[in-house]
C-alpha cells in the first residue's frame, strides 16, 4: 500500500471516529443522562481519533532522504 494511500485512509478513519465519538457522547449525555458512560465513551474515541491520527503522520514519507 503506497504512503498516499495510508494517510487518506487514515485521515478518513479519523474523521469516522471522530463524528462517532461526538454523537455517542451526546447521546450518553443528553438521552441516557448518565456522565461515566459518556466519560468512557469520549475517551474511547478519543483513543481512536488518536491512534489514527498518528498513524496518518507516520505514514507520511519522511522528510530525511
Request: aromatic share 12%.
Amino acid at each position: 500500500m503506497s504512503p498516499e494511500t495510508r494517510i487518506k485512509l487514515h485521515t478518513w478513519l479519523a474523521v469516522i471516529w471522530l463524528v462517532l465519538t461526538i454523537v455517542t457522547t451526546a447521546w450518553a449525555w443528553a438521552v441516557q443522562k448518565d456522565i461515566l458512560l459518556g466519560w468512557i465513551t469520549f475517551m474511547s474515541g478519543y483513543a481512536n481519533v488518536g491512534t489514527h491520527w498518528s498513524a496518518r503522520e507516520g505514514a507520511a514519507p519522511s522528510a530525511e532522504a
